[in-house]
């Protein structure tokens, strides 16, 4: 397995789009709601997440996905995925509950050959004729051309959203390209917890989060999540923050008098730990409308929390 690890890949990354399209030189798929990860098949699993860093021990039951592979030696592309009910669920997968499945939707290498170069359709081909989908394996599925149509069927069964992607398209390691696309039914991003507010009812670690995201300048803050927690992921988030004597926002760039007036004390906290905020819209003064907390994101590190989402030509 080491000589496919040398490989250094990253995840290729998607660009976001404002509505669905159709068009016949694109790939629509579900946009899968988990932990992107390359998995490396040869003689055992290995995988890594969006960072390259090595998470193979998080995911004990994904160990036997290379007897998917049928003794090729394999790079795949895909997202690490707790099914609930049929469907995937985000805080399931951090809890360590649900069953916990590998959705492939893409091969990057096959015995040692780079496929990057080669057209989207062809590496799509060989992934469903090279790698066999069992248990903890699936390979995606998604249609041509109609992308309106499949984002209200994604929309209808709950899910997270859609992903276009062109047909004819290279794999771009590491970057973050208008190749492939993202369409969400909820929108999320990517946020870095500020602070806290205290709670005034007895035992409860806190009210809200602050949060913020990343810009030139420095943070920017968001707003407050005060919805979506359970008594386990507050728990969780308090044991993971530092508390600083100031403000992490940059200057002129956190929240406003009469927000902290509405919202009570704030305790600072050290810009470490991220988390992924679902939220309806964002407001013409740049905070997030009906936000709530989807779950941490120990993947990601404070600067990929970029705002506004997708703004980073990473």
């Not at 290995?46 to 996905?65: P, Y």
């Not at 992490?248 to 992924?276: K, W």
């Not at 409308?289 to 990929?304: K, T």
Request: net charge positive; glycine share 12%; charged share 25%.
């Amino acid at each position: 397995m080491s000589d496919l690890f040398e490989t250094g890949l990253l995840p290729m990354l998607a660009r976001e789009a404002r509505e669905p399209f159709d068009s016949p030189g694109h790939l629509f798929e579900v946009k899968w709601d988990g932990y992107r990860g390359l998995a490396f098949l040869g003689d055992g699993t290995s995988l890594r997440g969006r960072h390259g860093t090595d998470i193979t021990h998080r995911f004990a039951t994904l160990l036997r996905l290379h007897e998917s592979a049928a003794g090729h030696r394999l790079i795949l592309d895909g997202e690490i995925v707790a099914v609930v009910g049929g469907r995937p669920s985000f805080s399931a997968l951090q809890a360590g509950e649900g069953q916990v499945v590998y959705v492939a939707f893409d091969l990057l290498y096959v015995d040692g050959e780079p496929l990057l170069d080669q057209p989207l359709w062809l590496r799509r081909e060989l992934l469903h004729k090279l790698v066999a989908t069992k248990p903890p394996l699936v390979v995606s599925e998604g249609i041509h051309e109609y992308g309106r149509r499949y984002f209200e069927a994604v929309r209808n069964a709950g899910l997270e959203g859609l992903m276009a992607k062109e047909l004819t398209s290279p794999y771009r390691p590491g970057r973050r390209t208008a190749y492939w696309l993202k369409i969400k039914v909820w929108r999320d991003l990517d946020a870095v917890v500020c602070g806290y507010t205290k709670s005034t009812t007895g035992g409860d670690p806190f009210a809200a989060l602050l949060v913020g995201g990343w810009q030139e300048n420095g943070l920017l803050f968001l707003g407050y999540v005060g919805t979506g927690f359970g008594e386990r992921e507050k728990k969780l988030i308090m044991k993971q923050l530092l508390t600083r004597a100031q403000s992490p926002f940059a200057p002129g760039r956190g929240p406003r008098p009469a927000e902290l007036r509405a919202h009570g004390p704030v305790v600072y906290v050290e810009p470490g730990v991220c988390c992924r905020v679902r939220y309806r819209e964002i407001t013409a003064d740049g905070r997030l409308r009906h936000a709530s907390f989807a779950g941490l994101r120990p993947d990601l590190v404070p600067s990929d929390c970029v705002f506004p989402p997708g703004s980073s030509e990473k």
